[in-house]
């Protein structure tokens, strides 16, 4: 099985979401495994827990410290914890923007209410003074805005005749320690599986001008220029020819780039079987933390070296507004 992904916890309180993360992570097959457990309260009870179960944990009190500070402060305890996610369980401070769109895509919370039905506070009062149904619990991935991040997960709970905001809190836990490991699983895996690798390159790739796909050897590939006489730009290799890897083969300007790009960096690139002869790098899309932007550049830099010159001329002209 491919590395776990690391993942560190934020709590304010109690942490029972916390503990029901760390418990599904020791279930075999995981997909994650807990380095850290962060609160901004030195006496959360959470804390004591992932303690005894041998997490490494971290506290600072947020009081009297600047918002960005405290949110540095507990960034670096991740960061030097391993952290590739950050998985915020209870945790009751707001984050600056800049921290947000630094853990972009790597931020999940939980929120107790059926989004977008009431973000904020005092979410289970609301639903039953509207009269629904159902309560419930989101997870969601983090975004500037309040509780508006893409909906990873959701779960319903019943309201009941005579329910309290008290009971229906009670019962909501449950469904949420149920769904918060598990989309967490499911998220973390995405990285290695090849269907939603391809569909993310597959964007990037049909976003460029005058593009469009074709298979090459049973692989999808992807060229510039008209139907007919259009030349491929990348490739799409799921494990070929006995690798591991997961890769976009893109072209660089020739071997020697080629070479050093693997060689200096060998867990990002790679020399494909047959097409590196040619200068087609690989770039290993199945690991943690691939930079899409950075795939995006070598798309449009691989893009450029073959489109037609009138259309990269227009791309350039249109660049410079
Ligand atoms: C949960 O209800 C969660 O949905 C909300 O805060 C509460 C945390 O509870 N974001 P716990 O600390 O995990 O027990």
Do not use: C
């Amino acid at each position: 099985m491919a590395d776990k992904a690391k993942v560190a916890i934020f709590i304010s309180g109690r942490g029972s979401n916390m503990a029901a993360l760390l418990y599904a992570s020791q279930l075999p097959e995981a997909a994650y495994e807990v380095v850290l457990v962060a609160a901004n309260d030195p006496s959360a009870d959470g804390l004591q827990l992932a303690a005894a179960e041998g997490v490494h944990t971290f506290a600072l009190s947020h009081q009297g410290m600047p918002r960005a500070d405290h949110e540095a402060a507990m960034e670096k305890a991740a960061r030097q914890a391993g952290a590739d996610y950050i998985i915020l369980a209870g945790y009751m401070r707001i984050l600056t923007d800049r921290f947000v769109k630094r853990w972009q895509e790597r931020m999940l919370n939980i929120h107790p209410s059926l989004l977008p039905k009431y973000p904020g506070l005092d979410t289970h009062q609301r639903a039953i003074d509207a009269g629904d149904s159902h309560g419930g619990v989101s997870v969601h991935l983090v975004t500037p805005d309040l509780d508006a991040g893409e909906v990873l997960g959701q779960m319903k709970v019943a309201i009941r005749e005579g329910e309290t905001a008290e009971s229906l809190a009670e019962r909501v836990r449950y469904a949420e320690h149920q769904l918060y490991p598990r989309i967490l699983g499911d998220y973390v895996s995405r990285e290695s599986d090849p269907s939603f690798l391809l569909e993310r390159v597959r964007k990037l790739a049909l976003a460029l001008p005058q593009t469009h796909e074709r298979e090459s050897h049973g692989a999808p590939g992807w060229r510039a220029g008209s139907e007919k006489s259009g030349k491929y730009f990348a490739y799409f290799n799921d494990q070929h020819h006995g690798s591991d890897h997961v890769a976009l083969l893109v072209k660089t300007s020739g071997m020697d780039e080629l070479l050093n790009l693997v060689e200096a960096q060998p867990h990002a690139y790679f020399k494909p079987a047959y097409y590196g002869a040619s200068g087609w790098i690989g770039l290993i899309l199945n690991r943690p933390n691939l930079d899409w932007e950075h795939v995006g550049e070598w798309l449009e830099r691989s893009w450029r070296s073959i489109a037609p010159k009138s259309v990269t001329r227009l791309m350039n002209v249109a660049e410079e507004f």
